[in-house]
C-alpha cells in the first residue's frame, strides 16, 4: 500500500491527515499509511486503518502458529522428538541432516552434495517429515535424547553428543543410568547435559530427590541450567537436599531442606 512519510516533529499533521485528508486514498478506498521517523530516519511509528492493522495482525499470528509443531492424534503415544526434546524449545527438532544420505539414495539415487537445489529441498522437507511422526519409548518409559558436553580431556575443544535418558516429573530434569562400581548407578542431568548429581543405587530413590531438589530450587529453569545460575545458598541447599534424599535412601537422620527464595 503506498505510504507517506513525516519527520517526527510533524507527527501530530500526519495523523490530522489520516483521520481528515479524503484525497489520500488508494482505489480501494484505503488509507495511505503514514510512517513516522525520527532525526536519524530511524522508524518510529507507523499509522494504520484498522482494516490493515487487523490483516497484518491476522498474517503474524498465523505465521506464528505454522511454525508451532502440532501432535497427531492419530500416532499412538509416547515420545515426540519436537514436543519431549530439550532441545526443542530452541532447535524445535532433533538434527536431520543424518537422514540426508540415505533419503538422498532412496529418492534419487546419488550422494545429497550431488542433487540440485531443488532435489535437496525435498530430501529435507521429506526428512523433517520423518522426525516430525517419530515416536521413540512407545512403551511409555519416558526414555529422551539430551545433549551432552563431552568430558572427555583428550578433546581439543568442548564436543556434544546425545545420550538417553529417562523424563521425570520435574520439566528439565531427567535420570541417566550407568554402569558403577556396585552395578548401575543412576545420574541427574538437566536438560542443557550437565550432570547435576549421580551415585542413586536405584532409579526411584534418584527420581524422589530430582522432585525434592525441584522444591527446594523452585526459581532454576532446570532446562537450561549449569553451575552458573547458582549461588552459594543454593549450592548448599542441594547439598543438603542430596544428604536427605540419599542414594540409599531417605536418611531420617537430616532435615528437611526448605524451599530456597529468590535472593
Known sequence: MPQISFPLDKAHQALDEFLNDTDAVDSHGNRYSRHI?????????????????????????????????????????????????????DNRLLPHEPLHKPLAHAMYGKPFEELDDTEQIRVTGVAITCLLRTTLDADTQGVVPVLTWGRSSDSPEPRTY????????????????SEGIVGSEWS?????????ANGWWSRDDAARAAAAIARVLPYIDWMSADADQFTEKSIEALRATIRRYHFAGIREDQAEPEPVAVD
Do not use: C, M
Not at 58 to 63: K, L, Q, R
Not at 162 to 177: C, E, M, N, P, S
Not at 188 to 194: A, D, E, F, N, Q
Open 37 to 89: 521517523y525520527d532525526a536519524q530516519e530511524n522508524g518510529v511509528a507507523v499509522i494504520l486503518s484498522n482494516k490493515e492493522y487487523r490483516t497484518l495482525l491476522d498474517g503474524y499470528h498465523a505465521w506464528q502458529d505454522s511454525q508451532e509443531p502440532k501432535d497427531d492424534p492419530d500416532l499412538p503415544p509416547g515420545y515426540r522428538p519436537y514436543i519431549h526434546s530439550p532441545e526443542a524449545s
Open 162 to 177: 546425545w545420550q538417553l535418558a529417562y523424563k521425570t516429573d520435574v520439566d528439565g530434569l531427567f535420570l541417566r543410568a
Open 188 to 196: 541427574i542431568v538437566t536438560g542443557s547435559g550437565w550432570r547435576l
